[in-house]
């Protein structure tokens, strides 16, 4: 590591200052930095563009110009792209696209370091929890290596963008066929809480608590994908579904709390409706997403509670469970207990 520090221009009396702390960082710092090497000078003599020009671009991508690491040619072909553009279509939906690119990517950058922070570091210096030279030079090795996988993982977005894109064309022309207006789209949304999770907060190590959450979010995604749904976002303990008819949402939802879950005291509990959604930028408003909210937090642990009497698919029976009122409905709802067959 020292040699390849040497290497790409550190120079022995800038090697000589570092803690142990600062030389582990560089490392990764380095692999992070690879190709990023325009000012943000040359940028703008290379893409004609100015500051006034260029900066609202990666303000909108959450980014500061002034202190990133440098510019490559993503940078180029991506402001070249944008500053060119006559058709007007970026005016309209870039902002809102660029937007929400930043903001996934700002979250995946998160997790990666999160990952790498709470994984890697522990497990480098796990015997002793001092490191020694050969420890630095390891963790120094990890760290850069771990960083290179993030870059590569990042230069195969594209291609995962460009499946999902697939999908979502299809999900979106079956669920706009006849709707009213563009706004709208028809689904089903549910929603899955773990009933006891503040309270298991307060008494079990962040460690644990992590583990906690990582397994409820990891058994939703495959949960939802293979009933056909899709995780629209988590948010700690609860997870927001949607799928193109009650029966896929359901399932994914009983999948959910019939999971066994690594700490008995944290059970789940979901509420699942269906109808016209207003929808924007992959989130979904309206009366059915606050009705489904509204039942999730009516269930008790253990129960999927909907508005609709539906074919939720083989295997599943719906059990009347009165009329509740609930907060921003006028009338009482008729409600119904999804259970699976043989329960």
Known sequence: ??????????????????????????????????????????????????????????????????????????????????????????????????????????????????????????????????????????????????SSMAVALGEQLPTIFRHHMWTAVRRQRVSQDGVPSPEIIRLAVGFVDLVGFTSLSNHVSAAELIATIEEFEVRAFEAATRHGARIVKSIGDEVMVAGPDLASVAATALELIAGVSSDPSVAPRGGVSSGEILFRLGDYYGPVVNLASRLTAEAVPGEVLTDQEADAGEGVMFNPAGRRTLKGFSAPVRVWSIEPLGD
């Open 1 to 146: 590591m020292i040699e390849r520090l040497l290497a790409a221009g550190a120079s022995p009396e800038t090697l000589a200052g570092l803690d142990v702390g600062d030389l582990i960082d560089m490392s990764g710092d380095m692999q992070l930095a690879e190709g990023l090497d325009r000012t943000l000078e040359q940028l703008l003599e290379e893409t004609g563009c100015s500051r006034d020009d260029v900066e609202p671009i990666y303000r909108v991508l959450g980014l500061s110009i002034d202190a990133l690491a440098g510019f490559g040619d993503g940078d180029v072909a991506l402001v070249s792209m944008i500053t060119a553009d006559t058709s007007g279509i970026l005016d309209t939906i870039g902002s809102q696209l660029l937007r929400i690119a930043g903001v996934n990517s700002s979250r995946l950058a998160e997790a990666a370091v999160a990952a790498y922070v709470q994984d890697v570091e522990p497990r480098l210096h796990a015997d002793t929890g001092v490191l020694d030279e050969a420890d630095v030079l390891a963790a120094a090795d990890e760290n850069a290596f771990a």
